[in-house]
């Protein structure tokens, strides 16, 4: 099926709602309500716990969807009806959480926003293996990241004042906006060919949780490699709020850290076009190897820093390795999976994106356990942050096993061949 050049941008559009909600809930809206409600000695273990089980609820539901997806025959495609289902249950949920009074709501409502949302996020994700040709997504995955970028820009100088002023019920109304008005973009005006057939093949569930990753060795590594290297940046971003409140002892924690995700965003944005647009033409991996590396040179350099100066700067030195990683990396992994299990295959990335998550919010206890052991030092912050650092430059250096993963890989089993 081919598509008109304006689709590569609609198509795209859905990414921006649901950047602009997850940025708005994880390092902004939810880190502000928990504190209503939790003790502020236990903040960082009662966010990262709470994050931590709705994350992996996520790295579980969204290759289910995926996989559902790529059996799915009806006239309007295999993908839009997950999506269409997926965000109007976001919708509700969120609405619900606008109006949480206690804890248990708060908890419960999160952790089903993440099941909905993530029903809608991963059959979205085979859009691109499905419509695109192998020498455009490079430039596809740009414009992905670049409106998943977008929507972290906007939300953090949007939802982080409407927190502030005490506005979180208007947050969320924001938030469903703004998701409502991008997957109806997305929906509308990205055509898929008919699927005939049954609505959904009935599978076994133990088919769909199967990954099959042994027949895509460099697949495997690949998210393993995607999984360390965002473990470092989700630490900053998980508890940016509690650091720079604590530790850079900011007078407006929330205006800073939505002025600090700002900063991020707009490097991010800067370069996750160019870089993907950039990959098609020299290659995926000196540009995967080199955005890990400034990663994390860039989590290593906010560990000593106690100035809002140096956090907008080196924040920004993070946004803009991360703004390449994800472009190129989300390229290189399109290259990698078989085109018609694009939404299992993808799917299955979330392993590395949501684990990376959900793995990030265990440092919630670390900080909390070691600024109980040296009381009002708060240095729990930049212990976390330098094991963070730490991660990312192992990420960085197992990329080198995914390349020879390819070499090794018969060409059989190398899907996009020509891309790599």
């Excluded at 539901?61 to 996989?67: E, F, K, R, S, T």
């Excluded at 997950?82 to 908890?107: E, K």
């Excluded at 560990?303 to 946004?319: E, K, L, N, Q």
């Amino acid at each position: 099926m081919t598509l008109r050049a304006h689709t590569y941008l609609t198509m795209n559009v859905y990414w921006f709602g649901l950047a602009f909600m997850w940025n708005a809930l994880h390092p902004l809206v939810l880190p502000a309500l928990l504190l209503h409600f939790v003790p502020d000695a236990l903040k960082n273990t009662y966010l990262g716990a709470m994050t931590f089980v709705g994350l992996v609820l996520a790295m579980i539901v969204q290759p289910i969807a995926g996989a559902l997806s790529d059996r799915t025959r009806t006239r309007w495609g295999r993908r839009r009806p997950w999506m269409v289902g997926g965000t109007l249950a976001s919708l509700a949920i969120l609405a619900l959480l606008a109006g949480a009074q206690h804890l248990v709501g708060l908890v419960i409502g999160y952790i089903l926003l993440q099941v909905a949302s993530n029903t809608a996020h991963g059959p979205a994700q085979g859009l691109i293996p499905d419509l695109v040709p192998a020498h455009h997504r490079g430039l596809v995955s740009g414009f992905k990241n670049l409106f998943d970028m977008g929507g972290l820009v906007v939300t953090s100088l949007v939802a982080g004042r409407l927190v502030h002023n005490g506005d979180a019920a208007l947050a969320f109304a924001v938030v469903a906006a703004v998701l409502l008005v991008s997957a109806t973009t997305t929906i509308v005006t990205t055509r898929e060919s008919p699927t005939g057939g049954e609505p959904v093949v009935t599978e076994r569930l133990s088919d769909l949780l199967n990954p099959g990753l042994g027949r895509y060795p460099a697949y495997a590594w690949l998210l393993a490699s995607r999984f360390l290297i965002l473990l470092g940046v989700y630490v900053v971003q998980s508890f940016a709020q509690y650091y720079i409140r604590d530790w850079v002892g900011a007078s407006d924690p929330i205006v800073v850290t939505g002025n600090l995700m700002a900063t991020i965003g707009v490097a991010l944005t800067a370069l996750v076009f160019p870089a993907g647009w950039l990959s098609d033409r020299i290659g995926r991996w000196p540009l995967n190897a080199a955005a890990g590396a400034l990663a994390t040179l860039g989590i290593a350099l906010l560990v000593p820093v106690r100035s809002i100066t140096g956090v907008y700067a080196f924040g920004g030195v993070i946004g803009m390795a991360t703004g390449i990683f994800v472009s190129v990396n989300w390229a290189l992994a399109t290259d990698l999976i078989p085109s018609a299990e694009g939404g299992k295959y993808l799917g299955l990335s979330n392993i590395a994106t949501a684990g990376a998550g959900a793995a990030s919010r265990l440092g919630g206890p670390i900080i909390d356990g070691v600024n109980a052991l040296f009381p009002g030092t708060f240095v729990g912050y930049p212990v976390a942050f330098a094991l963070a650092a730490c991660a990312t430059l192992v990420g960085t250096l197992m990329l080198w096993r995914v390349r020879r993963a390819v070499s090794d890989q018969p060409l059989a089993q190398i899907p996009c061949e020509e891309c790599l």
